[in-house]
């Protein structure tokens, strides 16, 4: 069993939907990254956080740590949005990644 | 400015040979990272690098070798290519466990 689980692992949705990626992991952690890789195949940090909440335009990230949990939401859902989200922690004290097997999403017009 | 390079984009090569992947960051991170994605799209670490401490994942095969001549670099070293190789090599950086910036990535091909 991989130490972080994502789901869905296929979404598809409308334009304009609100889209929902959820992430859980089963290692003691000091923060949570999720990345997105484009089609193309390059890979962008979009948020890291150690609890609570971050808002970096139409993308919001929350963290529970107590129940080992993340989601990734995007409102308004547009179809430059779709991309691969990937869930991933570090494992231990230092700084390298483990990663969930990412959630390939799909925006249609 | 690109933050963290890498060359080749492609690289196409037999069984058996010897090639070499580079990474450059000029953001003065002090952490570089060797991530391979697999033919599933999995990610996984291979290596990090932090100011000369060299970090193994024990599965990688000692085939795989970095090398940091400073700390701006992690090349990617790897001797006699299997078919099993074949797949794209990120290399990241950070400021030791910030956020981690990737490269562009490498797609290695072995015939």
């Known amino acids: 069993k991989n130490e972080v689980e994502q789901s869905p692992q296929n979404l598809t949705a409308q334009e304009g939907e609100f889209i929902t990626i959820n992430c859980s992991y089963s290692?003691?952690?000091?923060?949570l990254h999720w990345l997105q890789q484009h089609p193309g195949g390059g890979i962008v940090s979009l948020f890291m956080?150690?609890?609570g909440k971050k808002k970096h335009g139409r993308l919001i990230a929350t963290i529970n740590i107590q129940e080992k949990h993340s989601s990734l939401h995007i409102t308004a859902s547009h179809p430059r949005d779709s991309a691969v989200y990937i869930c991933?922690?570090?494992?231990?004290?230092?700084?390298?990644?483990?990663f969930g097997e990412g959630t390939q999403l799909t925006v249609n017009p | 400015d690109t933050a963290v390079s890498q060359t080749p984009k492609y690289l196409v090569t037999q069984m058996g040979n010897d090639k070499s992947i580079k990474c450059e960051q000029n953001?003065?991170?002090?952490?570089m990272y060797w991530y391979k994605q697999d033919s599933k799209k999995f990610l996984k670490i291979m290596f990090s690098?932090?100011?000369?401490?060299?970090?193994i994942n024990e599965t990688v095969p000692n085939r795989f070798s970095p090398k940091s001549p400073d700390k701006a670099h992690l090349n990617l070293h790897i001797n006699s290519l299997e078919l099993g190789d074949s797949a794209v090599y990120f290399c990241?950086?950070?400021?030791?466990?910030?956020?981690?910036?990737f490269g562009p990535g490498t797609r290695l091909t072995v015939l």
């Open positions: 953001l003065g991170h002090d952490t």
């Open positions: 956080l150690s609890s």
């Open positions: 290692v003691g952690i000091s923060a």
């Open positions: 690098y932090n100011n000369k401490e060299l970090i």
């Open positions: 991933a922690v570090p494992p231990d004290r230092g700084s390298r990644l483990t």
């Open positions: 990241a950086s950070s400021q030791l466990a910030d956020t981690q910036y």
